[in-house]
């Protein structure tokens, strides 16, 4: 078996097997599972999770690979893109629906594009004409040079005068139109309109041989360069023309072969601010929802075991049977566990500093394989003082902390973000607090950074809204105890579902930080232990 440093551990983040020389390992080691099956389905729109869970590693494996007879194509949103949607707002004093317009047009270009390039070239584009004519005109726009690149889209619309001629004139040419069409600078929803309907009709003329799905990635980072709500108005038009494409065009293209769909690729609570109708069926029906959850009980059983497991195993020379990998490499009982178990239960002891994400334990396997090349712990297995080294608990914390950074990255400023952690300054190491505790640091933390509300964010607003905010963010849970039973932590990721996709904190009750999260709030002289 390989040692320990030399293992390949692959990406934490799945964006890194995008890249072609990625691509054979990730084939290998990733796990196609019922989300995998259910991202086929034509109702769904959106393939929502927790970060970390797996998003762009779904799409990204369906960009590389048919699933189903499923093709997908990944696009990224970029900052570049934001700053022209608002430029192009500015100029055009643009609303709602024409952000959706918009998204619409550069939907219908790019799918249009990955449809032409994956089903065939010439031959395809002379026997759906229609096609055959949008492509002319997309040619004859970029100079034959378009990357299928959100940027180079956005740039159609921008021009969306000279772009609607053009459309125009190879439909004219074609003898698709008779009259000659007038467009105006002034009037962009009329131009955008008429381009939105030319893909429509060349869409609905072609047969494709296998469904096609364009997956958009990347809205759950805002560019700190670009305001909130700019950004909220942007992301609600793209979620509203997915929605309308999906629903009210694509399902009425009669007769035989794949379909055709856009797919969002979006965090719960990014989800719920997106302010789609029924948002609850939506999530339920039209949803891919990413879930790793797994009693520790069943552990071995868990896909999240699984992709762990089978990442160490399809890298052996010899090959093995399911778990023998994990408990070669980790051949130890993780402390205080109640159920019993026949093999190690090592992997019991990663899902409690996890938030049961593939990225939290593929980071831990990293930083433990870091620590074990500079010598600390054994070569050919992982060992449990590195585990239960104070080196491994600070790295893996200041990663837990990166990724609540990034997320809050979407509503917040640094600033802001910082501010978050003074609040635990203020908590003096307290990890554990009752409800009164809790409201004595949050009267001396708002102390601390002002008594104005003025230019405060949100989760400031009072002290209730504040401990939604933590436990939002999973820093912290609150525990229940039944009566007569022991207590029992509430975590929002372990509450969240379809039904439930904003879970509430409850009053009254005690308050536990995220083990996890405990170096780097430098908290831990009131560490208890309750899991
Ligand atoms: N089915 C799977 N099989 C194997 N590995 C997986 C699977 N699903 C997710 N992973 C791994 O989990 C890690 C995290 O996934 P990914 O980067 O896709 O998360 P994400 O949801 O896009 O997060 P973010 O919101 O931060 O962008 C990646 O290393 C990815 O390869
Ligand atoms: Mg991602």
């Known amino acids: 078996m390989k040692t320990v440093p030399e293992l390949v551990l692959g990406f934490p983040d799945a964006e890194n097997y995008k890249r072609r020389e990625n691509r054979d390992l990730f084939n290998l080691v990733f796990i196609r599972n019922r989300h995998l099956d259910r991202l086929c389905e034509p109702a769904i729109s959106f393939l929502v999770g927790e970060k970390g869970t797996g998003k762009t590693a779904y799409a990204v494996y369906m960009t590389n690979n048919d699933h189903k007879e499923t093709r997908g194509s990944l696009r990224y949103i970029r900052e570049t893109d934001y700053q022209k949607f ?85 439909a004219k040419v074609a003898g698709e139109q008779k009259e000659a069409l007038k467009f105006s600078e002034s009037r962009f929803q009329t131009n955008l309109f008429y381009i939105q309907r030319q893909f429509e009709d060349a869409l609905r003329q072609v047969r494709c041989t296998r469904s096609h799905i364009l997956f958009i990635d990347g809205i759950d980072i805002r560019p700190a360069s670009i305001p909130y709500p700019d950004y909220l108005e942007c992301i609600k038009g793209l979620a509203n023309a997915v929605w309308e494409i999906n629903n009210d065009f694509f399902p009425t293209i009669k007769g035989g072969g794949g379909r055709l769909r856009a797919v969002l690729l979006v965090r719960p609570d990014i989800f719920a601010s997106l302010g789609l109708q029924n948002q609850n069926t939506k999530s339920r029906d039209n949803s891919v929802f990413l879930d790793w959850r797994v009693d520790y009980l069943h552990h071995r059983g868990s896909e999240l075991f699984r992709v762990i497991d089978r990442l160490l195993a399809t890298q052996q020379e010899e090959p093995m049977a399911d778990g023998d990998a994990w408990d070669h490499y980790f051949p130890w009982d993780a402390s205080n566990v109640r159920e019993q178990f026949d093999r190690p239960s090592s992997f019991v002891a990663f899902l409690r500093w996890s938030y049961y994400r593939p990225r939290d334990i593929l980071t831990m396997l990293a930083i433990l394989q870091d620590l074990q090349r500079q010598g600390i712990g054994r070569e050919d297995t992982f060992t449990f003082e590195a585990f239960d080294s104070a080196s491994f608990k600070r790295q893996y914390a200041d990663y837990l902390l990166g990724e609540i950074k990034d997320q809050l990255a979407f509503y917040y400023r640094v600033e802001e973000y910082e501010l978050l952690l003074k609040f635990f300054e203020v908590a003096n190491g307290k990890g ?35 401990l939604q905010f933590l436990y939002d963010l999973n820093i912290i849970c609150y525990i229940e105890t039944p009566k007569d039973e022991r207590p029992y932590p509430r975590w929002c990721f372990r509450e969240r579902s379809y039904a439930n996709i904003s879970p509430k904190v409850k009053d009254g009750v005690e308050y536990q930080v995220f083990y996890g999260l405990y170096k780097a709030l430098n908290l831990g002289r009131e560490f208890t232990g309750v899991d």
């Open 432 to 466: 554990r607090f009752t409800h009164n505790e809790y409201l004595d640091i949050y009267a001396k933390f708002r102390q601390l950074v002002g008594k104005s509300d003025e230019d405060l964010p949100d989760f400031l607003r009072s002290s209730n809204v504040f």
């Open 86 to 170: 608002i430029t192009l707002k500015r100029e055009r004093h643009l609303q709602l629906s024409d952000y959706t317009s918009i998204w619409k047009v550069i939907i219908y270009l790019l799918l249009s594009q990955h449809v032409v390039e994956t089903e065939g070239g010439p031959e395809f584009l002379q026997r759906f004409t229609r096609m055959g004519d949008v492509q002319e005109a997309i040619d004859e726009y970029y100079n034959r040079a378009f990357s299928p690149e959100i940027l180079q889209a956005l740039e159609l619309v921008q021009e969306s005068k000279v772009a609607a001629e053009l459309f125009a004139k190879h």
